[in-house]
């Protein structure tokens, strides 16, 4: 492969890096939100929550909530190493506990942490046949003794972790767009040298600039509201790019 | 001119050929015949999990035990990057107490190990839980009870390898399948007693699935377990009925040493509620 074609790769890489979150599926925190409310409706419980596994993998953060004690947990970290969140996530077993009051660490732990100190919990690993993402948990569920108890509530809430998990990984996809893309390519390369050229580009490609990234967020949130809304933001943006772009505006 | 033999047929030549026990089984084979006055006496233990609470008084000590910890970079890891810290610790959760407990009230004279491989990061997860399983087949356990597994395609081919050299070991490796619809190892392989929780509260009452790829219910649903720090909590997973099916296992294997994973699954199938001998 010749530096000219290098460097048009490593370009396309760039711009997939920038484009990617601008491509992110519109919602996706509503769809995990919805996926949270839909689970604590169906378990008749007091709370369903996402902790997502941390970056360093050695943290889950709560990243959605909904129902008791639900603004309280959003942006909690606890350590993998404890806790009945932790031991999911690293065993890969779903469990459930009742009255977890008779965990003496948990207690303790849990009440420090939110307003809500639950019961019981049911809780199942979020993963895919790729990688592990997290946990959901659903606290204080109604349907013991509505004939659901045991295997069953846990199926159930198996299809819910299925569905946050897939939503959760695509949208990933795009927040890394650019290496994402050239992993995949080099996989698929017929030749050995096309593949190491590929994952080259992978391996370098820039992550999105955090301002891009911003910027592609707040159009995206853009997608969600009215017409008459998107016409007068279009108006604003048309306005800032054709002032910044006249020379009259200087840094 | 020397005889041509294909490969791997030395070891049926006449007078090469080891002599193995033959299984006496009684016709049909009961529970008495199976488990009898077995305490478990002489079988090596181990819960692969999140460490054991050894003085716990539903556990019953602890023989010995190691915790593994992927961890590249320390001067003491192995090739795979694994650091081997032997000796006594803690369980950083009560999962796996809560195993050990279940497996002791089947077999309290069994001898146990802890091999701790949970821990406190995710990195490296698969090659820990792998390298806790080598732990295991190399130290001469008998029983292995595994309430943990991955889904992660990665490790298809290396759980594939270390439960075939297990099975060859004759070490009986009881295996929690996860509830997640994806597959999960090494919980679906042919070579480990795959276990699910059934709705019964009996320690010695189990089912064969006759549909693998999970072999065996045995209780797990709303169960009290031995728990951290002394307690005991009531819970529910598949990862409480493998225990249930371990125990028996280590019953079973006191009594009749020497029996080799199919052998014991033959057992157990024999012996399962669900079994008939009128189909």
């Known amino acids: 492969m010749s530096d000219r074609e290098r460097d048009v790769l490593r370009e396309v890489a760039e711009l997939a890096a920038n484009m990617g979150p601008a491509l992110t599926p519109a919602a996706h925190l509503e769809l995990l939100k919805s996926i949270t409310t839909a689970a604590m409706s169906l378990f008749g419980a007091a709370a369903c929550s996402l902790a997502l596994l941390h970056e360093d993998q050695e943290e889950l953060e709560f990243y959605v909530a909904s129902g008791a004690g639900a603004e309280e947990v959003v942006g909690m970290r606890v350590p993998l190493g404890q806790g009945l969140a932790g031991y999911v996530v690293s065993s890969g077993q779903p469990i459930a506990i009742e009255d977890v009051t008779r965990d003496p660490r948990f207690a303790a732990a849990f009440a420090a942490g939110t307003g809500y100190v639950p019961k019981s919990i049911l809780a199942m690993p ?37 569905l946050a998990a897939l939503a959760i990984e695509n949208s990933r996809v795009f927040a890394d767009l650019g290496r994402t893309l050239f992993e995949a390519a080099g996989a698929a390369a017929a030749t050995a040298d096309l593949t190491e050229a590929l994952e080259q580009v992978a391996r370098s490609a820039p992550a999105p600039s955090a301002e891009l990234a911003e910027l592609a967020a707040l ?9 008459e809304e998107r016409r007068l933001a279009t108006r604003i943006v048309t306005e800032v790019v054709s002032f910044v772009s006249s020379g009259r505006w200087q840094r | 001119m020397a005889e041509i033999r294909p490969a791997w047929s030395e070891q049926f ?28 006496a002489g079988v090596k233990v181990a ?53 050990a407990a279940i497996i002791r009230a089947a077999a309290p004279d069994r001898e146990l190990y802890s091999v701790r491989v949970l821990g406190a990061r995710l990195t490296g997860k698969g090659i820990v839980f792998a390298a806790g399983l080598q732990w295991a087949i190399a130290n001469g356990m008998n029983v292995v009870n595994l309430s943990l597994s991955t889904s992660k395609q990665d490790y298809f081919a290396v759980f594939h390898e270390i439960v075939d050299d297990a099975y060859f070991h004759n070490v009986m490796l009881v295996s929690a399948i996860n509830n997640v619809p994806s597959p999960s190892y090494p919980s679906q392989y042919a070579g480990v007693f795959s276990v699910a929780a059934h709705d019964g509260k009996d320690p010695f009452s189990f089912d064969y699935n006759p549909s693998p790829p999970v072999e065996f219910g045995a209780p797990g649903i709303d169960l009290e377990v031995a728990w951290q720090q002394g307690s005991f909590i009531e819970a529910t997973g598949n990862s409480f009925a493998a225990p249930h099916i371990a125990g028996v296992v280590t019953k079973i294997l006191s009594k009749h040493p020497g029996l080799t994973p199919f052998q014991m699954k033959t057992i157990l199938a024999a012996l399962a509620d669900n079994a008939h001998t009128d189909i």
């Open chain 1, 219 to 227: 159009f995206n949130r853009l997608a969600l509201v009215g017409p």
């Open chain 1, 126 to 162: 979020l993963e895919t046949d790729r990688e592990m993402l997290g946990v959901i948990e659903v606290l204080d569920r109604r349907t013991r003794g509505a004939g659901l108890e045991g295997s069953g509530e846990m199926e159930m809430l198996s299809l819910f972790a299925n």
């Open chain 2, 13 to 40: 030549e006449p007078g090469k050929l080891g002599r193995v026990a033959a299984l006496g089984l009684p016709a049909p084979i009961s529970k008495e015949w199976a488990w009898g006055g077995a305490t478990g």
């Open chain 2, 47 to 99: 819960v692969i999990d999140s460490g054991i609470e050894a003085s716990h008084p539903a556990v019953g000590g602890v023989s010995d035990g190691v915790i593994l910890e992927y961890s590249p970079d320390s001067p003491d890891a192995d090739e795979d990057g694994i650091v081997a810290t032997p000796g006594p610790h803690d369980d950083l959760y009560g999962h796996g107490t809560a195993c």
